[in-house]
């Protein structure tokens, strides 16, 4: 038996869906990746064997350098992280607008690289990024049956009249900052862009049909056009999130959209932990300990880094700090008693941190509720801040605005956390997730065809 993961070239999607795919491995399944070759070695790192399968032109293989990507990709790179300092909707405008770029790169031969991968091995099963659009293109085009996998918030499929990119949810700390006019013409955006990017993926499926001399989908002129490709989707869905933050109203939509779709819950690793952590690990005292990442991008944003780290200064706790991109003469004075390393295992260190401090991505929200960790998050750009106001209904944690948080406000914000309710509704989330661990539903549900 053979499972096939497609992943686009970037460690924070290969992540999860390669600790998905460890359910897969443990019942005896050869495991194939195909990924760019930006992470080969994180793919070897799990014992996969690897097929290249370039999907776009970036990749990342743990920490993001604008000066790393090629030429055209880091300058759109440069043009993310200063559409974050103007604010929300204009992060949001500017990703609307580079999505052709982002996410339909080349398609017609991504199609048929990943039809020829499938040929050659033979997969009895199918796992896809659902972001990974010019691979689903090609499965799609020839009636090749796969799961979805939806590793960002659930939004990012998006059912009934939503529109892909336009937040439906925003967290308290950015909702006063909004103008109805500006959202509006940001929907409008985002409706024009989704149209723009459907007729391209029925373009390039005609091509790709034409070019291999079939029809598509088992029989005459190939599959039928779409009206929205961003909510194109295998035969199951599974949604790398707990079920307990999803709103209950948008749970009934999702099987009335898309039929069969399983809640994974959380997706966790086993990181490996170098002997100088592990000893900073044993060497806790009873302070109260704060883990820190802004992710594999949104580190570039170092003056926000900064403003946590002054924050942290002043309070008697001990910190782990992963700072990314940002160089430490960025970020100031800091203690030397703290764990800073450019990147951290973050799994590793969440059970040992009693709150977190994020930008709100799905891979450290959902590990932060693993392992029972309330989280003050501090939104940026894409589904973060569908992620936030979820964090917040739950009551798992707070949100405050990035562009405009102070040091003070971000140190009261964490007593908040410490002295409040937040633990024990992260912890109740926790012991649901532990109970049955992401990968086994994934298995259990693709196996049995649950609904």
């Not at 780290?309 to 960025?330: H, T």
Request: net charge negative; with cysteine.
């Amino acid at each position: 038996m053979t499972l096939l993961v497609i992943s686009p070239d970037y460690a924070s999607h290969l992540l999860p869906l390669a600790s998905i795919a460890t359910a897969w491995q443990a019942a005896g399944e050869r495991v194939v990746v195909a990924t760019g070759p930006a992470n080969a070695a994180l793919v070897d790192q799990f014992g996969y064997d690897h097929v290249e399968l370039v999907l776009g032109r970036g990749s990342n293989a743990g920490i993001i350098r604008a000066e790393d990507q090629p030429q055209g990709e880091d300058e759109s790179l440069r043009g993310f992280f200063a559409a974050t300092r103007r604010g929300m909707v204009e992060t949001l405008r500017y990703q609307a607008e580079a999505r052709h770029t982002d996410l339909l790169w080349e398609p017609v031969a991504s199609a048929r690289r990943v039809i020829e991968i499938v040929e050659q091995e033979r997969p009895d099963r199918i796992l896809v990024d659902h972001l990974a659009f010019g691979a689903t293109l090609g499965l799609q085009a020839v009636g090749i049956p796969y799961a979805d996998v939806v590793l960002g918030h659930p939004t990012a499929l998006p059912v009934g009249d939503e529109v892909y990119g336009g937040v439906t949810s925003w967290p308290a700390c950015i909702d006063p900052e909004l103008d109805l006019e500006d959202l509006e013409q940001l929907r409008a955006l985002c409706r024009s862009v989704r149209d723009a990017f459907t007729a391209d993926w029925n373009e390039a499926t005609e091509a790709v049909v034409a070019g291999l001399g079939r029809s598509g989908a088992g029989a005459g002129a190939g599959p039928p056009d779409l009206t929205d490709a961003f909510a194109v989707h295998g035969d199951h869905v599974l949604f790398n999130y707990p079920a307990e933050l999803h709103p209950p109203e948008r749970t009934a939509l999702l099987a009335e959209s898309l039929g069969r779709h399983t809640f994974l819950g959380s997706s966790i690793r086993t990181d490996e932990v170098d002997p100088s952590i592990a000893e900073w690990f044993a060497s806790l005292s009873e302070r109260p300990v704060v883990y820190v990442s802004f992710g594999s991008f949104l580190s570039a944003r170092a003056d926000v880094l900064a403003t946590v780290a002054a924050a942290l200064a002043d309070m008697d706790v001990d910190v782990m700090l992963a700072s990314g991109s940002a160089s430490l003469a960025e970020l100031g004075p800091l203690p030397d008693r703290w764990l800073v390393r450019p990147s951290l295992p973050q799994v590793a260190c969440l059970a040992h941190a009693d709150v977190a401090v994020t930008h709100g991505g799905n891979n450290s929200v959902t590990e932060c509720l693993h392992h029972g960790v309330p989280m003050v998050v501090m939104p940026f750009s894409t589904d973060q801040f569908e992620g936030a106001a979820a964090i917040e209904r739950h009551g798992s944690g707070i949100s405050l605005a990035p562009n405009t948080v102070t040091a003070p406000d971000l140190a009261a914000g964490i007593e908040e956390i410490l002295a409040g309710p937040f633990a024990k509704a992260a912890t109740a989330v926790a012991d649901h997730l532990r109970s049955e661990p992401g990968p086994q539903r994934a298995l259990t549900a693709l196996s049995c065809g649950e609904p």
